[in-house]
């Protein structure tokens, strides 16, 4: 028999991931309907402002 081990907490967070995660992917396809491969270029600008952020805690 299986035991219950993930808790409210856990379950609130699997629900909230799955939001947002879904979210992320359906605001993709609509950018890229609206702007065309230009959005392939905004991706690259927020992915090395990302690095930076994360370089500059990191330091």
Known sequence: MLQRTVGLLGAIGF???????????????????????AM???LGI???????NSLSSAA
């Not at 991931?17 to 491969?37: D, E, H, N, R, S």
């Not at 992915?47 to 930076?52: E, P, R, S, V």
Request: proline share 3%; net charge neutral; with cysteine.
């Open 40 to 42: 392939l270029v905004s």
């Open 46 to 52: 927020a992915g090395l402002a990302a690095t930076c």
């Open 15 to 37: 629900g909230l991931g799955a939001m947002i995660g879904t979210g992320v992917f359906v605001y993709t396809g609509v950018a890229a309907g609206l702007a065309g491969p």
